[in-house]
Structures are given as structure tokens and as C-alpha cells.
């Protein structure tokens, strides 16, 4: 029978011509090479060498199996190649559900630099609320979420690795009646799908008419740089769109509650450097925080007009 170490014998003996050469290349002894040899041949029902004193010359037969021999030897290394490959990170597949304000904030820098050492890895990235992202990390279906997850308790099921904490901040356009005294509480607020810790809760500065709830943060930065729509979310995320969309920061609170992203999947999950480097690579972004970024700051009534004058 034909195996991966009957092959080896085989190719050992074409290579270095005697059969005690391919046996001390093979570390193994001279007549257990000459038993084995012996069985490839009676399973193949032929000889695959002729014997010219103590050399070995290949038969028909032999050069005819030589070519097949060596394929299954090659497949083998490459397969031992490839696992390496998936135990360092280098290759493999990994799936990354991401929310909306880390998919805005984090998420082009952290995936540049995970490429950068991890370029064999086919990443799939896919959006989404951060209860259904946890949801499908607890079934299998993503290798990896990052999204904000409020301060709830987590499942004891999955591994949650929090990152900075950030409180909700708010922004407007330029010219925006809260900028000359309106109240807070006669404008819409545009925002992402909060954790249901901070849906629960109003804002500070109460009730607010029926707004935009969209999950990109693109989209809810235009919409707020077009109408009187107030832009709330993770102060980061906040101050970066208005770097990039000309929007003012109001320096008044948000909510009490921060929000807290976290890195997340299962405990139950095979060990994954892949998934361990983009991980690190989320938490040394997260850290460095977006530095660059100082927008202007504006102060906004809170209370109603009536109450203000």
C-alpha cells in the first residue's frame, strides 16, 4: 500500500540510488527499508526498481508510479504548510461583524495594519447592531465582533475584551438654531441603533421629537450637516465627523451612561492567531484614540426657550 511513508521509502530510494542510502536519509535501519520496499512492490504487483548490484534503477512500472509517488508527498507538505500558516495568522479565513461606530472610527486603520503582516487572510467584514453581531458570535456564524456593548453582563459563553470606554457627545451643522440659543429639545437627533442599556434611557436633555436611526455614520453625518438634525454617538466618532463634515461639537451632555465597545467571541472557539492579531491590532487603535482630531466646541441651551429667557 501506497502511504505517506511508504512514498517517502520510494522517492528516497529513486533519489540516492541504493536502497542503504535511502534508508540513512530516512533514518530508519537497511532491512526494515528492504521489507517495505518489498510490500510496495507486492501491493503494486511489480517491481518498482532493478537491482544492478547494490544499485537501484527504476522499472517501467517505477518510472510510471515515481511521478505520483512524489504529488502525494508534495500535497502532504503543503497541507503541513498551510495549517502553519493557519496556527501563525498568515492565512485562513475570519469572519469580523463590526457596529456602526467602530466601522466608522476604528475599523479602516485597524484593518490596514492586520493586513499589512496578515495579508494571506481572506477577511469578510460585515455590519450590524452589536445585539445581533453578539448573537451571531454565540452561534458560530462570526469568528469576531466589535461593536458597543453597553455595560451589561456578558454571556458566560463568549470572551469580551473591553476597550476605552467613550461618552456620547452631539453635533450640528454650522448655522444650526441651537448654536444661537434654541433648545436642544425642539431638534431631531440622527443616530446609530444605541445598546439597549441606552435605549432605555432619555437623554440629558430629554425628550426629543422623532429623529434619523441609521447604522452608518456617513450617512447621519450628511443628514445632520443638511438639516437641523442633532448628530449623537461615541464622542470619537462624533469628533471625527465633524473634521470631516464641518460639524461643531456642543460641549453639553449626552447621557450619563457611557458607551463601552468590546472586542468579542467564544470561549468555545479554536485558537485562532488570525483572530488574536486583529484583536491587538483593535486595541492598540482604541488606544491611540484619534489624536489629530480638535474640533470646535460650541455650548447649547438645554433647557426650553421659554425657560432661557
Not at 469568528?143 to 470572551?159: F, I, K, Q
Amino acid at each position: 500500500m501506497l502511504n505517506l511513508r511508504t512514498a517517502r521509502l520510494f522517492a528516497a530510494c529513486a533519489d540516492h540510488g541504493t536502497l542503504t542510502a535511502a534508508a540513512t536519509a530516512l533514518n530508519v535501519s537497511q532491512p526494515a527499508a528492504s521489507k517495505t520496499l518489498g510490500q510496495i512492490e507486492a501491493a503494486l504487483g511489480g517491481a518498482l526498481f532493478e537491482r544492478a548490484g547494490r544499485k537501484l534503477v527504476l522499472t517501467r512500472l517505477g518510472e510510471a508510479m515515481l511521478p505520483r509517488a512524489r504529488s502525494l508527498l508534495q500535497q502532504a507538505a503543503d497541507l503541513e504548510a498551510e495549517a502553519r500558516r493557519w496556527r501563525r495568522g498568515e492565512a485562513g479565513a475570519l469572519t469580523l461583524g463590526t457596529g456602526p461606530a467602530i466601522a466608522y472610527q476604528l475599523l479602516p486603520e485597524t484593518v490596514g495594519r492586520f493586513l499589512q503582516s496578515h495579508s494571506g487572510v481572506r477577511l469578510t467584514v460585515r455590519a450590524g447592531a452589536a445585539a445581533e453581531l453578539i448573537e451571531l458570535v454565540a452561534r458560530g456564524q462570526i469568528d469576531l465582533a466589535a461593536a458597543h456593548v453597553g455595560n451589561v453582563a456578558p454571556d458566560p459563553g463568549l470572551v469580551v475584551r473591553r476597550l476605552p470606554a467613550q461618552r456620547m457627545a452631539a453635533a450640528v451643522r454650522s448655522g444650526h438654531p441651537v448654536l444661537s440659543g434654541g433648545a436642544l429639545t425642539d431638534y431631531p437627533v440622527a443616530g446609530a441603533t444605541l445598546p439597549e442599556a441606552l435605549r432605555r434611557e432619555p437623554l440629558a436633555w430629554g425628550a426629543v421629537p422623532a429623529g434619523v436611526v441609521c447604522d452608518d455614520y456617513t450617512l447621519l453625518a450628511r443628514a445632520a450637516l443638511v438639516t437641523d438634525h442633532i448628530l449623537i454617538g461615541p464622542e470619537p466618532v462624533v469628533r471625527h465627523a465633524s473634521v470631516v463634515h464641518g460639524l461643531i461639537v456642543l460641549d453639553v451632555p449626552v447621557s450619563d451612561r457611557p458607551v463601552e465597545p468590546a472586542l468579542i467571541y467564544r470561549k468555545s472557539a479554536p485558537r485562532s492567531a488570525a483572530r488574536d492579531a486583529l484583536c491587538a491590532c483593535f486595541e492598540a487603535v482604541a488606544r491611540e484614540g484619534d489624536q489629530h482630531n480638535s474640533p470646535t466646541r460650541f455650548s447649547a441651551a438645554v433647557m426650553p426657550d421659554s425657560e432661557n429667557s
